[in-house]
């Protein structure tokens, strides 16, 4: 329907999640109308985005350094770990500032429906750093949705041998709802709530 450059960065925009076929249009042509130098800085922000960051090697999180500011940061206390779906997640509760623990992400949750089970998430990984680093409590901050709370009571069934209190954030959010979502206040009452599973 437009020239084939307009078409390629309409269908591009539109590949992205929670981006549809007119907001990718609108997208393109304000691109087409910014400041050539804005359009610049943006692709450059991208390309240095896949270039730069990577995993933590620690907790998984996103970086542009080995370990992450988080796992860096010595004033954390390291006998407690919330345990997150996804690395976005840990910004919002990193929002909340009622955390002051360690993180560990497992890539997704379990979802046999999806092919996902405990061996295509960092389980091991979660399981050495127990021992490694002495945590004595996880938190399952993991999304409330079927899936989530799967993940949570098989977190819990793994760490509970181990000696370690494991927890789920508490009631504040909504079922099949999603963290990234949330507002500070409930994901703070929800930290502050906690329960045993």
């Known amino acids: 329907m437009f020239e084939p450059p307009v078409q390629r960065v309409i269908d591009e925009l539109a590949r992205l999640p929670g981006i549809g076929r007119k907001t990718a249009q609108r997208l393109a042509f304000h691109l087409l109308h910014v400041e050539a130098v804005d359009a610049v800085r943006l692709g450059q922000s991208i390309i240095d985005l896949r270039d730069q960051v990577r995993l933590c090697v620690r907790c998984f999180n996103v970086t542009a350094e080995e370990q992450c500011a ?73 999304n409330p949705t079927v899936e989530g709370d799967t993940t949570a009571l098989y977190i819990a069934r793994l760490l509970k041998p181990l000696g370690v209190t494991v927890s789920r954030l508490a009631s504040g959010l909504p079922v099949g709802g999603d963290l990234d979502y949330a507002d500070e206040i409930t994901i703070g009452r929800a930290l502050a709530g906690r329960r045993p599973l």
Do not use: N, W
Not at 78 to 92: K, L
Not at 93 to 102: A, D, N, P, V, W
Not at 118 to 133: D, H, S
């Open 70 to 142: 988080i796992c860096r940061d010595p004033r954390r206390d390291p006998t407690v770990m919330c345990v997150v779906e996804r690395a976005q997640d840990i910004a919002v509760i990193e929002r909340t500032q009622e955390f002051s623990g360690r993180y560990h992400v497992l890539g997704g949750a379990i979802s046999p429906i999806e092919g996902i089970g405990p061996e295509q998430l960092r389980m091991k990984e979660l399981v050495a750093r127990i021992g490694a680093e002495g945590v004595t409590e996880v938190i399952a901050a993991t």
